[in-house]
């Protein structure tokens, strides 16, 4: 006779604090920062890393991530990322932002650390909309997609194209690992924890600015459900946001990760 | 050490590095760019980190990032580039870290020029930017007091855990001056309790300045009001000179309080009996010397280059005991000492029983005063 | 025979997303509506006994809420 034993194939990453998030259920803000937490673990990373938080609806990340962190202000993460790196250049220092933060208001912050070619790690939410606000339009809603700023769809003539992220950081010299990737199925979030994972690579490896763009969901702000807002990201926004590797430092090709 | 002849920023700077400051990150703006060049000159040599940011408004987090890895850092700029700092100091204010930024004022509002002012006396001492908060302010008035006033001022930043400012004009800035520089200053190996550096062996450090629920702001607030409470009792600083027997009390900061003290000297050869008193601390200011002072002198001048910024502080301490007239400059222009003297025996002649706001009067002595000068 | 396993859901983290459920293979998740969390969602739970293990519900969910578990053989020690 065969004996057997319980063998654990997934539980919660030990980077995790037992804390409950504020998150609106199905929001993939917490898909993101669990893959964060997992390979942050798998590389034990965890004692030197610092992330930084943005203004946002990840504004409480630093309560949900088991490590040191602090809150930036709208935008400058990247700023704040940057003073902290370069007094401390041992450790892991990590931003996470969403699309207004780092597309609109922190443009500059962004767009300089990928010049400079600062090592750091950039987490990018892409969820087409201002979340904690309330829903207005980003920098990367839809053309036609309704916010509560853009009541009768946005329209591309009066308020612009949505901003692609990770092809404008592709072409910066500074950066080394430039990916986009999405968060709408199971599939897709094993690829962006991969992506996730290089990233960190890349910065542990010193090959400058690394960032991951997530396209993720917002059901409340959508105002659909939560199955509804995966579709919207696999039919709508991946049109709109090929996902794919924009830059990739050849140093890190054939890594197995 | 021997004095030598220093350059106003290159001596600021220097004074920073010697003072142990570990991040420097700005972004050029005249009258304060030397002190960037200087800094990218020197940091990267020592191991140290400088960044010319892509902005003011990077710059200032950048140093924010940096505080909050428990370093000595700083930014230096100009009066434009400190409004756009604003956002970050008061982010700096609400985490409780240490920061120091220096200040070399410029004419203003708007561009303005870049001819030396004091225009920004509000912004820095009245805070600046957001939110309930005190920012320590420094304001030396010669080369030597502004390099000492760098060391004290990461020495107070630590202490308080508090935002402090220096704050000199572009007088200041590109004067040459004979001075002392310190030694340099072992960099301390001690990390703050607070700093974030990795939650290695420790529970993780946060360092935020949001406090959603307003019981816990109103909790912060209070700790920062009684932490200034501490610090006005503790660290006000100012200058005396010909102060014993003074009638007359002139009031002046930075460039305008030394100035002013020529024309006190020349004063007194004139056999007018008048004095000065240079607050050093601008925040916090040397209030109970005043009040003692108002017990003293016959009548106050102030002397500032801009609109009467500082008099408004004076007033309320002096509370119509003693009558306060008001002389200033604006738009960069820097007062002579004639023009202080003139004003002095004015004052000393005056028997008037002072009025509610000294600009008034002062308005259209300045209007004819340019009139003149035309 | 394939390899049975079973989940643990942590009520103090689901908020009965349902992502879990559109994402399980084996369709044996179900949201009880019997039970609420203590933030007042209804936890999902495991309805079949057909649960293979494979960890897909954990991979989708946002609240790390999940814990998998799956058999595994032990080699019986030879005496
Ligand atoms: C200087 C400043 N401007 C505006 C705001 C208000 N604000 C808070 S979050 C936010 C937008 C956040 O949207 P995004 O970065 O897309 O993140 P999400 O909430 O969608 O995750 C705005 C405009 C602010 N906090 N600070």
Redesign the interface.
């Known amino acids: 006779m065969?004996?057997?034993?319980?063998?654990?194939?997934?539980?919660?990453?030990e980077s995790?604090t037992?804390v409950?998030?504020h998150?609106?259920?199905?929001?993939?803000?917490?898909?993101a920062h669990?893959l964060i937490?997992e390979v942050i673990d798998e590389m034990g990373l965890r004692e030197k890393t610092i992330g930084v938080a943005p203004v946002g609806c990840s504004v409480f990340a630093y309560k949900y991530f088991k490590m040191d962190f602090v809150e930036a202000p709208h935008g400058r993460a990247p700023a704040m990322a940057t003073g902290i790196k370069r007094v401390l250049p041992e450790n892991t220092v990590f931003t996470y932002q969403g699309d207004g933060d780092l597309a609109s208001i922190g443009m500059a912050e962004i767009m300089h650390a990928a010049a400079r070619g600062e090592n750091i790690t950039v987490i990018f939410i892409n969820n087409a909309i201002y979340g904690m606000t309330g829903g207005q339009m980003a920098p990367t809603t839809l053309p036609g997609m309704k916010t509560t700023s853009s009541p009768f769809g946005r329209d591309v003539e009066l308020t612009g194209h949505p901003i692609r992220m990770a092809e404008i950081l592709a072409i910066m010299d500074g950066s080394g690992y430039i990916v986009r990737r999405s968060l709408h199925?199971?599939a897709n979030?094993?690829k962006s924890k991969k992506a996730i994972r290089l990233a960190f690579e890349a910065q542990e490896r010193g090959l400058g600015f690394s960032m991951v763009e997530l396209l993720s969901s917002c059901p409340t702000n959508w105002k659909i459900s939560?199955?509804d807002s995966?579709e919207f990201i696999a039919d709508k926004m991946i049109p709109v946001f090929p996902l794919g590797d924009y830059k990739v430092s050849p140093s890190l090709e054939g890594l197995k990760v | 050490m021997a004095k030598e002849l220093l350059k106003g920023n290159h001596a600021f700077a220097e004074a920073a590095i010697r003072a142990g400051v570990e991040a420097f990150y700005g972004y050029p703006i005249t009258p304060s760019s030397e002190f960037l060049e200087y800094m990218s000159s020197r940091l990267p040599s020592l191991g140290r980190a400088f960044v010319q940011a892509e902005s003011e408004v990077s710059a200032i987090n950048m140093v924010y990032g940096a505080a909050c890895a428990g370093k000595r850092a700083m930014t230096a700029s100009s009066s434009p580039g400190i409004s756009l700092m604003m956002e970050g100091i008061s982010y700096i204010a609400g985490t409780e870290v240490p920061a120091v930024v220096v200040n070399v004022m410029r004419g203003g509002p708007g561009l303005g020029n870049i001819a030396p002012s004091q225009g920004d006396y509000y912004q820095m001492i009245k805070g600046g930017g957001h939110g309930d908060y005190f920012p320590i302010v420094l304001a030396p008035a010669r080369v030597q007091e502004a390099i000492d006033s760098i060391e004290l001022a990461f020495d107070l930043a630590e202490k308080y855990r508090s935002i402090v400012h220096v704050i000199v004009d572009g007088n200041m800035g590109q004067m040459m001056e004979p001075a002392e520089l310190p030694p340099m200053k072992e960099i301390s190996k001690e990390v703050p309790d607070w700093a974030v550096t990795g939650a290695k062996g420790r529970e993780p450090n946060t360092l935020t300045s949001i406090y959603l629920a307003p019981e816990d702001e109103e909790v912060t607030n209070l700790r920062l009001l009684k932490r200034w409470k501490e610090i006005e009792k503790n660290e006000v600083l100012y200058q005396e000179y010909q102060l014993d027997d003074a009638e007359i009390l002139v009031i002046g900061f930075g460039t305008a309080g030394r100035v002013a003290s020529s024309a006190i000297r020349e004063a007194r050869e004139e056999g007018i009996k008048a004095g000065l008193l240079r607050p050093i601390t601008l925040a916090p200011f040397p209030q109970e010397r005043l009040i003692e002072l108002t017990k003293q002198v016959r009548r106050i001048l102030v002397v500032e280059m801009n609109s009467g910024m500082m008099l408004d502080d004076v007033m309320k301490i002096v509370k119509g005991q003693v009558p306060v007239e008001f002389y200033g400059r604006m738009g960069g222009m820097t007062p002579l000492p004639d023009e202080i003297l003139d004003e002095i025996k004015r004052v000393a002649a005056n028997k008037g029983p002072g009025s509610d706001d000294p600009r008034d009067e002062w308005i259209p002595r300045l209007e004819g005063r340019i009139l003149g000068e035309k | 025979m394939p390899v049975s396993?079973w989940i643990v859901v942590?009520d103090?983290?689901c908020?009965?997303?349902?992502?879990c459920i559109?994402?399980c293979p084996e369709d044996v998740l179900e949201l009880d509506m019997d039970r609420l969390t203590p933030?007042g969602?209804h936890p999902v739970k495991m309805i079949e006994e057909t649960c293979t293990?494979?960890?897909?519900c954990?991979?989708?969910?946002?609240?790390?809420a999940?814990?998998?578990?799956?058999?595994?053989?032990?080699k019986?020690a030879r005496r």
């Open positions: 065969v004996s057997t034993t319980a063998e654990v194939v997934y539980q919660r990453p995790f037992d409950h998030t998150y609106c259920p199905g929001c993939t803000h917490g898909i669990r937490a199925n199971a979030i094993r939560v199955r995966m | 396993g942590d103090f983290y908020k009965g997303c349902e992502l559109e994402a933030k969602y293990g494979c960890g897909i954990a991979i989708v969910c946002p609240d790390a999940i814990t998998v578990y799956r058999e595994k053989p032990v019986q």
